[in-house]
């Protein structure tokens, strides 16, 4: 599926024709010319289960995102201020542990505080559908379960982050 | 464009906070996306305090990360007024142009130290080793005040020796297992490093590529200009094991000591 979307977007047949520093495919509109999209994926709190985390991060890496991994058990002060000193367009957390509510929302909570809350917030995991509508009222824009296809997720996120929805 | 970039370092010069650390990655961003305002940049803020510029570089997977971490958390405990920064570099795909960008996962017990600032960097299709915005990156940590700043190239082969442009000292990390004593005598790597350190020094081999190395910096493979050497003579190599918590101090000891000396 990840190299049939790649074909799509034009990356596969002409990728090795493309001369390497002009490789914008077009994905995103960057709010910056010359920019791209950059994103931090992590997980907070004290689950491990980490294999999601890492397909989420290389499916965007293939659509051209800049993914910055942050690995498992971590805090969300220490998430957020990561966010912000790599100037992330989104955070991406993955829960599996059930505390999703309390940490989505203190993460939301530190990036406003620190000014940040321009920062687009999705989530992953197993997150039943009634916190996901609890979660959306708290600021996250998007949250995907198990078994979401890799297009979806990407053209999700793509969409979140055309700069015409994004605060100045 | 112009108007931001002087608001961004209005704000970067002023307190420090919240505030001053978004408004210098926001400046990184520009700089990274546009690095050619970097002159624009070292024109309204001259004055920016020296820092000292070391690069880390060495094959991928001899430890560079993990290394870069400990010495950071060496740095720290040796003055814990000073703010650090680290560049971390890692390639970008040829085929998609995006990244995983994963050295900062090795340092996240820093993340929340305020004076320690990470920026993670994607080569962007720049060969060389390092990526066109690590200049304005380096200009910005300068202007934050940071004293030391870490640059943490990809992992390189043996024509990737752009971080020597970009460096005041170059540290050069190898591991055991990597190849022997002819590879050794190869160009590129061997002529840019100031120090080279054994990593990983707990496992088989290591001793080995230690001897194998300073003979080699003994005849004269080493830098040209000025060979990477201690004051006593011998040749700049140390054994470390980054995951052991080896040698770090004396691999800071020896950078803290050519800062001195007037490296720049």
Redesign the interface.
């Given at each position: 599926m990840i190299s049939q979307s790649n074909h799509e977007q034009g990356a596969g047949a002409d990728a090795a024709t493309r001369p390497r520093e002009s490789r914008a495919l077009g994905l995103v509109q960057h709010k910056r010319p010359g920019g791209r999209p950059r994103i931090l994926i992590g997980k907070p709190g004290l689950d491990g289960h980490d294999r999601g985390a890492k397909y989420v991060a290389h499916i965007l890496r293939d659509a051209g995102f800049e993914v910055i991994y942050t690995g498992i058990r971590r805090t969300p002060e220490q998430i957020v201020s990561s966010a912000i000193q790599e100037d992330v367009d989104a955070i991406g957390l993955s829960l599996l542990s059930g505390a999703h509510n309390l940490l989505f929302a203190k993460v939301i909570e530190l990036l406003r505080q620190q000014g940040a809350d321009d920062i687009v917030v999705f989530g992953g995991g197993t997150i039943p559908d009634a916190d996901q509508i609890a979660l959306k009222q708290l600021g996250v824009a998007a949250v995907f379960t198990p078994g979401t296809p890799a297009q979806t997720i990407v053209e999700t996120i793509q969409q979140l982050l055309i700069p015409a929805k994004c605060s100045a | 464009m112009t108007q931001q970039l002087e608001d961004l370092v209005d704000v970067v010069r002023g307190p420090v906070g919240?505030?001053q650390?978004?408004a210098a990655?926001?400046l990184?961003?520009?700089l990274?996306?546009?690095p050619d305002q970097v002159h624009r940049l070292r024109r309204i803020a001259a004055d920016t305090r020296p820092a000292l510029v070391v690069g880390v570089t060495g094959p991928p997977g001899a430890g560079k990360s993990t290394l870069t971490d400990a010495l950071v958390t060496c740095a720290r405990k040796r003055d814990k007024a000073r703010r650090i920064g680290v560049i971390a570099v890692d390639p970008?795909?040829?085929?998609?142009?995006?990244?995983?960008?994963?050295d900062?996962?090795r340092m996240?017990r820093h993340?929340?130290d305020e004076s320690i600032?990470?920026?993670?960097l994607?080569t962007?299709?720049?060969l060389g080793g390092v990526s066109r915005g690590a200049r304005g990156v380096i200009a910005v940590m300068r202007l934050l005040g940071c004293e030391i700043i870490l640059v943490e190239t990809v992992g390189v082969g043996q024509s990737e020796i752009e971080v020597a442009q970009l460096a005041d000292i170059v540290v050069i990390v190898l591991a055991p297992g990597q190849g022997d004593g002819v590879q050794l005598l190869k160009a590129g790597l061997m002529e840019i490093g100031d120090l080279f350190i054994v990593n990983k020094a707990d496992r088989d081999g290591a001793g080995l590529l230690n001897r194998q190395l300073t003979s080699a910096l003994q005849m004269g493979l080493g830098k040209r200009a000025t060979p990477g050497h201690f004051p006593s003579g011998a040749p700049a190599v140390l054994m470390a094991s980054a995951t052991e918590q080896q040698g770090i101090d004396e691999i800071m000891g020896y950078l803290e000591q050519r800062a001195e000396a007037g490296v720049s």
């Open positions: - | 919240p505030e650390v978004r990655a926001r990184m961003s520009l990274e996306d546009d970008s795909s040829p085929f998609s142009g995006g990244a995983v960008l994963g900062r996962v996240m993340a929340t600032f990470i920026r993670s994607a962007r299709g720049h």
